[in-house]
């Protein structure tokens, strides 16, 4: 047993040094390119980073258990294309598109279950060279033409139905908020950025067969410091950011069918084959979004390819008022098992959380898989079981995988993440109200600093003298402030503010406002549901709880653990709080008849009458004379003798 | 209006107004009040139907089955009552988890300006607990508000038994597209008062709590739910909320139609709705159901937890178990099917509820009287107010003859005064009213044998009787009156009571038309000519604190619980008392109105009638 736990040893050794090299190289890579970060900018870098962490969990897989491999896994989150056979395709010229798919399944703390697709097309192609790119493989046509026709350097777009409820579902791998979201950088070369943003938003709306044309100047803000760009690329100046939310927007299958025929399997191969709306809308959260920027192709950053990464995430809720064990499978989520991997596809894995239980006791995982992996996910270390599709062995005797989990649930006690947010409006009346936005810091020693970006609608108009922050009690300057009023009928308020949260507090940001009354073809169709103001976006670098973790609960080597980890000490959040519905004064408009006739009554009589006696002035009229004695006078006048 | 313009038309109308001016104000009072009479005859109303779209042509299905283990759920709660000795909130908290919401509480405090001795409480301390079942795929910008009281002694444990099983029904349900918050609300009114000021974090009345932590957005639409017994057999709507302010009709409609539709009996005010409009029982029912909406709305209280609510423009009524000697009895299955119907039908609302009427009575659960038929009610009596206003005009106007440009300049300088200090004492007056019995009650407490409540009752009614000895001295001495003073100060009070009353009953119809009935008369009739003692009785009699007296005898008597004189008394003393209370803690307006409006207008009515 010794001997043979030794030659294991020496090759987990090679494996490890292997490891180390090419991580540190794509290191390198990610530098190079995000070389010119402000402060903000930086921030930025690390979301890059950590989603990237976050969506692909790195594949490196170990036929033992995790322990041994921490200290490399540490470092070997830092760049998605750290996967051995990625750099063994970098090095072969022949194919220069590659298409990876992944689903990611996490039993949630509420006893939920929460899945995430995640599908990455990746084209090493330029398509702002002047020549036309026209031979199209795995990469979508529709998109590529609208890359290149709006020159759009990265494009983020999202549709969610839904709320993420961080309270009882911990941190989600892709923020978005309710509605439909848009984000564009577009090349500096492009000068007429508003006019190519509304054809844009057109073009998009046709595709994704959504209401992305209601975006226009009065929904459009540009951000001066919350959203930069994920990609490579060094222009960070926010004239050619665009970004738009539609807090309406109602997500169904309409969208969902031309979002799958954006996969190079569609939904007849691979993981889509889950794909199915009667299930997917049949859940507690939908969002599904398209990512498209440009990443480094290889590790000295030379080319640069086109990333299109589609990503869908789902909760079920598997509410049973029963305790016990809840039961999940592929078949029972999703009304589908698995059969095979897209055949398009260089990886086709599946990823289960495990981490809540590392010994086994309270999960049930079956078929058992022997595949661990591990990676940090937004500031904690989770442990996964994979699943890879690529591999017949994985789909057994019976040539269908349907994986199927037991566990207990712990109901009941909510979360308590580090950061998350909420908003309301106060007050009561038609008149004025004021806008909460309350952000937590659950962190016990350490404060950090968020963005805070509000977009509000012109119909509320803001006092902006009313603006207050406080936390526990106390006024909380704000060290940068961006706020650009709106012009009614034209453009929306914008306020973006960085603020320092006290560690273990509620920062509360007030304002006030007064609803606009508007005209009345401006109400919708149906003015007494309420306007819609979109989502506050709070982005933030978060301490992360691998760092909190002082006491070292886990088991690790001491030579990694006295000094906290400069990588592992925060990490990048995006934190959407529920938009808010207001009701502005409305007329009756079941009545205008009513009203016309009323309003024109009392104008042509009580008006017009009380004009008259207030401004005429009487006098009592001399009874006519009668027509003899008019004769008579006429006489009398021709014969110059005064009249009768 | 041509007929204004014609100065000889003009004067043979005005003389025509000025000759048969009492005759006219006799019909038009008497006008009023057999309209008034008329609305609960059931040919004159109408049939209440439903207005709202989403609310009507979709029927939903009632399949809660779970009444007995509501009950069951119920009784639990009654033991951890008792064993908390008030809120068991880890109990709750626990219950509401396992059912599958989001839980949080609220903690409030609140001193009364005075003990409350109906409820006996003085410093008020309790804890709101709420769950939040989030709808699937909703962003959380709409909810709907389920709410029990936790209520001392044995009193409404069904109805937390029913809300919780509500709560577990609902969670396994599918169709949600709004929030549904279920509230169980410690010390009644109080504690829904602070809920819903956390809720909008707005601090009105002066109440501590701590700020909530989970919230579901707008609300739409909200019940609260009264039940203290196993079975039932009639279900009682209550509708009137603070300052008399009334949901949308659409949910009254929205209840009737669902008792319609399962078969439970159903109330309003208490009373049945009868089929024999046409006999003279059948339509004296009818008077009295409407009579008691009228006396409820007009006393400016909520009259359930629901009441509140109105404020923020959320439509909500409370329904109250009723539990008598009859028959046909209703369990608790069928009570959760229908509150199950009426939230599957909200929760199908696109729009607030807006298109039934807000301004109504009703004289019958399936009928109702809307503002445009109520209106000339009222309006039969203010015309009186206008007529004697320009009767007054014309007099005052032209004592040596008919001349159309007013007022000649002599009279104005020494009228302007002379109506200026009684208008200025009686409202000084009203203003003692309105704060002595409050800032006075350490001090009459530490003098006289009496408690705290006692104090402010008797107080104020000191205060009122100092009222009538004051103003009408108080013009002695300044300077002669000019001839005719008092019929300009009468001219001023006269448009005054006329402005007010018309913009009462706009507010609150119920309180503008019994404050008309008695002041009108008043109003119309005094000058310093009449026989003094006979017509002071009468003011006296017609004054806001007789009628409400009285009114607590009518409201006594239509309830069917007719008092003696001494129990009407203590009754009386109460209702005051609780007055001055609302206003304190949940902000209503009629004692501030009576006090500094209504008292010291009629104050200057006393003032002519002992003109000298």
Known sequence: ?644 | MGLLSDPNRRRALISLLTRLNAPICVVCYMAGVAWFMGLAFEPFTLRTYMSENAMGSTMVEERFPAGERALGTGREFSAHKKKAGGMPVDWLVKTMQSRGLEVFTQRFSRRLPFPDEDKERYMVKGTNVYGILRAPRAPRTEALVLSAPCSPGDDNNQAVGVLLGLAQYFRNQVFWAKDIIFLVNEHDLIGMQAWLEGYHHTNTTGMDWSPLQGRGGSIQAALSLELSSDVVTSLDLVLEGLNGQLPNLDLANLFYAFCQKIGVLCTTQGKLQRNDWDSVSGYSHAVQTMMLMVMKQASGRPWGDHGLFLRYHIEAATIKGINSFRQYKTDATTIGRLLEGMYRKLNNLLERLHQSYFFYLMPSLSHFVSIGYYMPAFGLLALILLLRALDLWIQLATPPTFNLNPPPSQMSSPGVLSVLTPLVISHLTGVALYTLPIHFQEIAVEHFPVSETEAVVLTAIAVYTAGLALPHNTHRGLFVPPFNGWKVLKLVAVLYLAVLLGCTALINFSLGFILALTLVPVAAFVTPDVPKALSAFIMVILSPACTLLFSVFLFQELQEMPVSFLDGWMLYLSVISQGILDHALYGSLVYPLVALLVYPCWLLFWNILFWK
């Open chain 1, 1 to 644: 047993m010794a001997a043979h736990r030794c030659s294991l040893s020496a090759l987990l050794l090679i494996i490890c040094s292997l490891l180390v090299f090419i991580v540190a190289d794509s290191e390198k890579a990610t530098l190079t390119g995000d070389h010119h970060a402000t402060a903000v900018d930086n921030l930025q870098t690390v979301t890059e980073t950590e989603e990237g962490a976050a969506a692909e969990e790195p594949a490196v897989e170990e036929e033992r258990r995790w322990e041994e491999t921490v200290v490399e896994e540490a470092t070997a989150d830092k760049e998605d294309t750290s996967a051995p056979e990625t750099v063994v395709q970098s090095s072969v010229p022949q194919p220069k598109d590659d298409f990876q798919e992944e689903l990611v399944i996490r039993p949630l703390h509420s006893g939920d279950i929460y899945a995430s697709f995640q599908f990455r097309t990746l084209w090493e192609t330029d398509f702002m060279r002047g020549n036309k790119v026209s031979h199209y493989r795995l990469f979508p046509k529709s998109l590529g033409q609208v890359i290149s026709k709006f020159s759009v350097r990265e494009l983020h777009i999202s549709f969610t139905q839904g709320y993420w409820r961080t309270m009882q579902w911990g941190q989600p791998f892709l923020p978005s908020p309710p509605g439909a979201e848009l984000w564009v950088w577009f090349q500096d070369s492009v000068t007429d950025v508003d006019g190519t943003w509304k054809e844009l938003t057109n073009v998009l709306s046709g595709i994704f067969c959504a209401s992305l044309n209601f975006i226009d100047s009065t929904n459009t803000v540009q951000p001066s410091a919350s959203f930069k760009p994920l990609g490579i690329g060094n222009v960070t100046d926010h004239r050619f950011l665009r970004y738009a939310t539609l807090p309406r927007e109602i997500v169904c299958t309409e969208n969902l069918t031309p979002w799958k025929k954006l996969l190079p399997c569609g939904s007849k191969a691979g993981l889509a084959v889950l794909l199915k709306s009667e299930k997917l809308f049949h859940s507690s959260f939908h969002s599904q979004a398209v990512h498209i920027r440009p990443v480094c192709q290889d590790w000295q950053c030379k080319t640069t390819s086109w990333e299109l990464r589609q990503t869908l995430n789902v909760v079920f809720d598997l509410h049973t008022p029963g305790q016990g064990k809840l039961e999940w499978s592929l078949f029972k989520m999703f009304s589908r098992t698995l059969t095979e991997a897209c055949p398009l596809a260089s990886s086709s894995k599946i990823y289960i959380d495990i981490t809540d239980d590392p010994q086994g006791e309270q999960f049930e995982v079956s078929p058992a898989t022997h595949l661990l992996s591990q990676a940090m996910v937004l500031g904690d270390r989770r442990t996964f079981s994979v699943y890879d599709l690529t591999q017949q062995i994985t789909f057994g005797t019976v040539r269908s995988l349907n994986l199927l989990i037991r566990w207990k649930s712990s109901e009941g006690d909510m979360l308590r993440p580090l950061l998350h947010a909420e908003r309301y409006v106060a007050g009561y009346g038609l008149q004025t109200g004021e806008i909460h936005t309350l952000m937590y810091n659950n962190h016990p020693y350490r404060s950090f600093p968020v963005l805070l970006l509000d977009s509000v609608p012109w119909y509320l108009r803001l006092y902006i003298h009313t603006l207050t922050v406080t936390s526990k009690g106390k006024d909380n300057k704000p060290s940068y402030i961006h706020y650009q009023p709106s012009k009614d009928r034209v453009r929306p308020h914008l306020l973006e503010m960085l603020v320092q949260l006290p560690p273990n507090s509620v920062t509360e940001v007030t304002v006030q406002f007064e609803r606009a009354l508007l005209k009345w073809t401006e109400y919708t169709p149906d003015p007494n549901h309420g306007f819609y103001v979109g989502s506050s976006v709070i982005s933030s670098l978060v301490p992360s709880i691998v760092a909190m973790d002082t006491n070292s609960t886990r088991e690790q080597p001491l030579f990694s653990s006295f000094f906290p980890c400069k990588e592992e000490s925060s990490y990048f959040m995006r934190v959407y709080t529920e938009p808010l519905l207001v009701n502005l004064p409305t007329p009756d408009f079941s009545m205008p008849y009513n009203v016309i006739c009323l309003t024109c009554t009392v104008v042509a009589v009580g008006y017009g009458s009380l004009y008259n006696l207030l401004t005429r002035s009487f006098q009592i009229e001399e009874p006519s004379p009668g027509l003899a004695k008019r004769i008579a006078n006429i006489i009398r006048k021709m014969r110059g003798v005064p009249p009768l």
